[in-house]
């Protein structure tokens, strides 16, 4: 009975641990055009956001391009300018920030899945978010720790464990 009992705790912690992961990985060794590639031999998408953007969320940013560095050999560049990015972003931001407003007053992200939630972010690849930028993967936070959260679900599905933030 004893050893019964051992075998259901086990399966149950296990169980409960594969069931706690957001997503199952965003990392391929290929490129291909319907996937949004955030690392090309070795070299990482840039990060655009909003200078004013809540203090947490620069912390998160800064560990985040550590993150890319530790993946990939280089750091990420964090841009403050949408006419300054080359490629396609990461463009990452509270509801509040600059970028993640036009982007939803483009109605490229709904609002309404956002405003008013606490701790909550979307994470998602946009068509044309912002003028000059074709395409970006859109981190959009609720608030502060809704960003937060969502930088560093992206940090985990790079490949860095978070406890290592």
Request: charged share 25%; net charge positive; hydrophobic share 40%.
């Amino acid at each position: 009975m004893r050893k019964i009992l051992m075998v259901l705790g086990v399966f149950a912690l296990t169980t409960v641990s594969v069931n706690a992961a957001d997503n199952k990985g965003i990392s391929f060794n290929e490129l291909s055009s319907d996937r949004f590639t955030l690392i090309d031999n070795g070299k990482p998408v840039q990060i655009l956001a909003d200078q004013a953007d809540k203090t947490g969320v620069q912390i998160a940013l800064k560990a985040l391009q550590q993150d890319f560095k530790a993946v990939g050999g280089q750091e990420a560049q964090v841009v403050y300018d949408a006419a300054s990015v080359s490629g396609k972003p990461v463009i990452v931001g509270t509801i509040d920030s600059k970028f993640i407003a036009q982007i939803i007053k483009s109605k490229k992200i709904d609002k309404k899945e956002l405003q008013g939630k606490r701790e909550k972010y979307i994470m998602t690849v946009v068509a044309n978010p912002v003028k000059g930028i074709d395409e970006a993967l859109v981190i959009a936070g609720s608030d502060m720790r809704g960003a937060i959260y969502g930088i560093y679900e992206l940090s985990e599905q790079i490949g860095v464990s978070p406890s290592r933030q």
